[in-house]
């Protein structure tokens, strides 16, 4: 490692030891780190040299740390994510920061994503969303000849984008009103723009709604933080989708 | 249909986006009955007179008055369900994203301002006209020889710049309330894809715009008037 290369910043790190627990900030300064290494290296650092202290080392999501499986979480600095748009935590450089910068990192906040330990939350809603109606149920055969269902290429980006969704949660961390509108849309979005999907489009809409109703999450007002915060850039159009999917079944009821 | 505009988060959003749009609509006819007293102080108060305490105009009151409390009584329950949803933990540091509009986020604030306006407004119209009608019916003994004099009270109210800058601020906040309202409603209710996004929040911010520009200048121009004839 380069010494010129080496920059330091303060953590600023939110520590809780249990759901039941109360917690409160802790600051780690002059944390050692590179331009180069990811935000969750970062952290691993940190972690070694408090494993090293005898102390609890922070407790935080990650898995596939390359922007897919939406495990990792992290309000940093005021966004979920970090300051970086379109990407995830794990896709988080350093380079982002100030040499000597306090950065200030939170767990999610939200009433259905409740603290486990330090900045893990939660996240189970939105399984149980995705387990209410987020699939079909029905057999669709293997692989059919890609001419067999002709899908226009403007459905097809379009659904695939809905689907790039990776349930990470950072929409309902980032809305003032803990709404997890822009998951659910995403998720009916994605099966109600193609053929198989569109056969229980009605039911999975009136299922998944009900169960994120249930769970007690807000109700959307449009503000909009959760498409600006998405770290897969969701657009706020499948949110109208979605009004629409439920408004027209509940009609037709 | 089992009462989803009750029990439903998107069915209350419906609700909301209904009600929004109907004062929408009654604004639009409110001001371009107000463009009308700029021109011709007989023909404002022949529309008064029109609307006074009769069985039409009285029906169209009260619809309007169930408009606004559904309307105010949906923005309580939910804006109290989303702070449940929030949760009483906070952020320590928040960061509104740009595209995020300040409106958005108080919709609740500036209904208020523009409820508080509202009970003044009624006070100093609605209260000497349609009500005063209204007790001479009911047997009162009032003096009913101004309740469609319009015009006058018009001339009354805002050669007072205390109530001009009232009004100006209430329809500012009326304006950043139909910035966002006016797409939110139409996305609340499913009206809205990729194509027509960011044509419908613009449609908003121009109709929102005219809207209470056309409030304004009869303000404005009443209170100008004022100055001048004083002079
Ligand atoms: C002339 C008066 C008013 C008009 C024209 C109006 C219009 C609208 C419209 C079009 C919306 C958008 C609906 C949606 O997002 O689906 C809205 C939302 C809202 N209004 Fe009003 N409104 C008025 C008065 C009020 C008052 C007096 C209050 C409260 C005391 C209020 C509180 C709210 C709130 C909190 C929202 C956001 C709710 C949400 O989006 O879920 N409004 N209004
Ligand atoms: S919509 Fe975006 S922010 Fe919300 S869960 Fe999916 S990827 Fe995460
Ligand atoms: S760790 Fe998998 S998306 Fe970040």
Redesign the interface.
């Known amino acids: 490692m380069a010494t010129e290369n080496i920059m330091r910043v303060n953590l600023k790190v939110w520590r809780q030891a249990g759901p039941k627990e109360k917690g409160a900030f802790v600051t780690y300064e002059n944390v050692e780190t590179t331009p180069d290494t990811s935000f969750l290296e970062t952290l691993d650092i940190l972690n070694e040299t408090l494993v090293e202290k005898g102390e609890e080392p922070i407790v935080f999501d990650h898995d596939c740390r390359e922007g897919i499986c939406g495990m990792c979480s992290l309000y940093i600095n005021g966004h979920p994510h970090g300051p970086a748009t379109g990407a995830t935590t794990c896709q988080l450089y350093m380079r982002r920061f100030k040499n000597g910068e306090t950065i200030t990192v939170e767990p999610w906040r939200s009433a259905a994503f409740p603290v486990i330990k330090d900045l893990m939350v939660n996240r189970n809603a939105y399984d149980q969303i995705q387990q209410a109606g987020g699939y079909v149920s029905f057999n669709c055969g293997g692989a059919q000849d890609a001419n067999a269902i002709p899908i226009s290429k403007e459905i097809a980006d379009e659904a695939m984008d809905s689907a790039t969704c990776i349930g990470c949660g950072a929409c309902a961390a980032a809305c003032k009103n803990g709404s997890a509108m822009l998951f659910v849309s995403a998720k009916v979005s994605q099966l109600a723009l193609l053929p198989q999907g569109k056969v229980e489009a009605a039911a999975r809409a009136k299922a998944m709604v009900a169960k994120m109703d249930e769970l007690g999450f807000g109700n959307c007002t449009n503000t909009g933080a959760c498409a600006a915060e998405c770290p897969k850039n969701i657009s706020l159009s499948n949110i109208a989708r979605l009004n629409r999917e439920f408004l027209c079944a509940k009609f037709k009821d | 249909?089992?009462l989803?505009i009750l029990?439903?988060?998107?069915?209350?959003?419906?609700v909301m986006s209904i009600t929004g749009l109907f004062l929408v609509l009654f604004l639009t006819f409110h001001m371009c009955m107000n463009i009308v007293a700029l021109f011709s102080a007989e023909a404002y108060n022949m529309i008064c007179e029109f609307l006074g305490a009769n069985w039409y105009a009285l029906v169209g009151t009260a619809v309007l008055a169930a408009g606004f409390i559904i309307h105010i009584i949906y923005a309580l329950v939910?804006t109290i369900?989303?702070r449940?949803?929030?949760?009483?933990?906070?952020?320590?540091?928040?960061?509104?994203?740009?595209?995020?509009?300040w409106a958005?986020?108080n919709?609740l604030a500036l209904g208020v301002v523009i409820l508080s306006f509202l009970a003044l407004h009624l006070y100093h119209f609605w209260a000497k006209m349609q009500l005063v009608e209204l007790q001479h019916m009911a047997g009162t003994n009032v003096d009913t020889s101004m309740v469609t004099n319009g015009a006058y009270y018009i001339q009354q109210t805002f050669s007072n710049p205390v109530n001009v800058v009232l009004y100006l601020i209430a329809l500012c906040a009326l304006w950043f309330h139909l910035s966002?309202g006016f797409?939110?409603a139409l996305?609340?209710?499913?009206?809205?894809?990729?194509t027509w996004?960011n044509r419908v929040k613009n449609i908003g911010i121009v109709y929102a715009t005219i809207l209470v520009g056309g409030f304004a200048i009869v303000v404005i121009a009443f209170f100008i008037k004022s100055l001048c004839c004083a002079a």
């Not at chain 2, 029990?7 to 419906?14: D, F, V």
Request: without cysteine; proline residues 2%.
């Open positions: 249909m089992n989803f029990n439903s988060s998107i069915g209350r959003k419906l939910l369900q989303n449940k949803a929030r949760g009483n933990d906070r952020y320590e540091v928040t960061s509104r994203p740009k595209s995020v509009e958005s986020q919709m966002h797409w939110s996305q609340s209710m499913g009206l809205d894809n990729k996004f």
